[in-house]
């Protein structure tokens, strides 16, 4: 259920699609600032702190906010 909002999520956030939990969040944004606002953006929908996230994939960030839930 998580996994299936936070793709949602990002796509919205982000104007794409195709995003899966083997997609690494680094490679949907441009730069740090986009992907800090990419973040942002999910810790306040899910209400949770989320550390460093370049080099993790939407499955594991999934995991870590249901970890925090």
């Known amino acids: 259920m998580?996994?299936?909002?936070?793709?949602?999520?990002?796509?919205?956030?982000?104007g794409i699609d195709g995003v899966d939990e083997t997609t690494a969040l680094g490679s949907l944004v441009e730069d740090e600032?986009?992907?800090g606002e990419l973040i942002q953006t999910v810790e306040d929908a899910f209400a949770v702190e989320i550390g460093d996230t370049e080099d993790i994939t939407v499955g594991e960030l999934a995991d870590m906010i249901a970890s925090q839930s």
């Open 2 to 14: 998580i996994l299936v909002k936070l793709i949602e999520l990002i796509c919205e956030e982000l």
């Open 33 to 35: 600032f986009e992907l």
